[in-house]
């Protein structure tokens, strides 16, 4: 074969290639719920895409983690229990928690974060037990109207360890001081973002 | 120079198949429509003003021109504080000479920057925890109703602290004799800027 013909066939493999692969994408679904992934997958799903839910437990994992990996490691088996068990209870019970709960967890975890706050463990077991029994207790109680059940709360506390055990592990071996002073800086933005959801709570006419 | 020429086929083949990947448009999921427009207004909010602009870029070259712990207590301190202000503002605390109190922060530092001042850290922090609260309260009154709250907060403070973010990178000039008199030629454009603001909210 000449070389102006391996050149053709090769901008032909090309062109085919590219079209190919232009006309490959499925479709999009944004309903989570057409998904077919079942309910473990949407709770999975659920955390991840509820930023009510992964902030504060981002800004507990990262505490835990500028504290050392013995508060990391007692924020990961701390939370998810805590989780797991308010959700039980919010299956059950369908009541109602005040959603100003969200907006403290934000307050006290990004403020604790930006300050650097030097807890004893115990004080990070509280605070990973709060955090775990108040959201996990809310996701219950949303998650009993549509029937999701414990299958979608699993999802959720999979994810919830995955994040503490994921952040609190990358955020444990930082020394450099602007590294730790990079993640106090997302600690008080997580602290503003508290506050004005507070006074989006409580505005005028709310 | 054989094997260049063997080789761009294949360059070819992939910047093909990287435009025809990258020519897609957005994919908008309707469902989160809505509360993704929270965000964006949120994250738009802050941008919309100038004499907001300048003030945030302005705490960051004074940050960068103090150095630590300055560098890093200001933009620590600033989201927090604009926040308490923004809660004052939701929860309809009227604060007097708002707009007053934001040329103020424009014209006072930008003349820090320019004069390069270094009062004692507390002052500082103090100072600008004040311009904090101004800028906060007048973004709290003029936030719209219908947005998700949360959205709209994860914008409005992310894009705030890219702005210090921003007055940080560019005052890394600092370290350069020419570097310096560019910033405080920036502080003095600052400081001029906020006469006009201080100028118009006096009219």
């Given at each position: 074969m000449s070389g102006r013909a391996t050149r053709k066939a090769r901008w032909a493999l090309a062109l085919a290639g590219g079209f190919g692969m232009a006309v490959w994408p499925s479709w999009a679904q944004a309903h989570l719920v057409t998904t077919g992934l079942g309910p473990l997958y949407d709770g999975l799903s659920h955390f991840a895409l509820t930023p009510e839910d992964l902030v504060p437990a981002l800004a507990l994992a990262l505490l835990a983690g500028l504290r050392g990996p013995a508060h990391g490691r007692r924020a990961l088996s701390v939370l998810p229990a805590a989780w797991l068990l308010g959700g039980s209870f919010g299956l059950a019970a369908h009541g109602g928690v005040s959603p100003v709960v969200t907006s403290i967890s934000f307050v006290l975890l990004g403020g604790l974060l930006a300050v650097d706050a030097r807890l004893p463990l115990y004080a990070t077991t509280m605070l990973a037990a709060l955090l775990g029994l108040f959201h996990g207790y809310l996701n219950g109680t949303a998650m009993a109207q549509p029937g999701l059940g414990a299958l979608a709360l699993l999802g959720i506390v999979v994810a919830a360890f995955t994040l503490v055990a994921v952040a609190a592990s990358l955020v444990a071996p930082l020394r450099a001081a602007w590294t730790r002073v990079a993640v106090r800086v997302a600690g008080s933005w997580i602290a503003a973002i508290g506050l004005l959801l507070l006074g989006w709570a409580f505005r005028p006419g709310a | 120079m054989r094997r260049v020429a063997s080789g761009a086929p294949a360059a070819v083949w992939i910047l093909l198949q990287l435009t025809l990947l990258g020519w897609t448009s957005a994919a908008y999921a309707h469902v989160q429509q809505g509360e993704a427009g929270s965000f964006l207004t949120g994250l738009g909010h802050p941008i919309s003003g100038l004499d907001h602009v300048l003030a945030m870029i302005a705490v960051g070259l004074w940050g960068a021109q103090l150095g630590a712990p300055a560098l890093w207590l200001l933009p620590v301190t600033f989201p927090m504080v604009m926040a308490l202000g923004g809660m004052v503002g939701l929860l309809g605390v009227p604060l007097p000479g708002v707009e007053m109190g934001i040329a103020a922060s424009a014209i006072l530092l930008g003349l820090a920057v320019m004069s390069e001042l270094r009062p004692p850290l507390a002052a500082t922090v103090v100072l600008v925890g004040i311009f904090g609260v101004f800028h906060g309260h007048a973004h709290g009154t003029e936030l719209p109703a219908g947005q998700n709250a949360l959205l709209y907060s994860m914008g409005f403070v992310a894009a705030t602290g890219c702005l210090h973010g921003v007055g940080i990178g560019v005052g890394?000039?600092?370290?350069w004799p020419w570097g310096r008199k560019l910033l405080r030629a920036a502080g003095a454009a600052v400081a001029t800027a906020g006469v006009f603001f201080m100028w118009r909210a006096a009219a």
């Open positions: - | 890394c000039l600092h370290r």
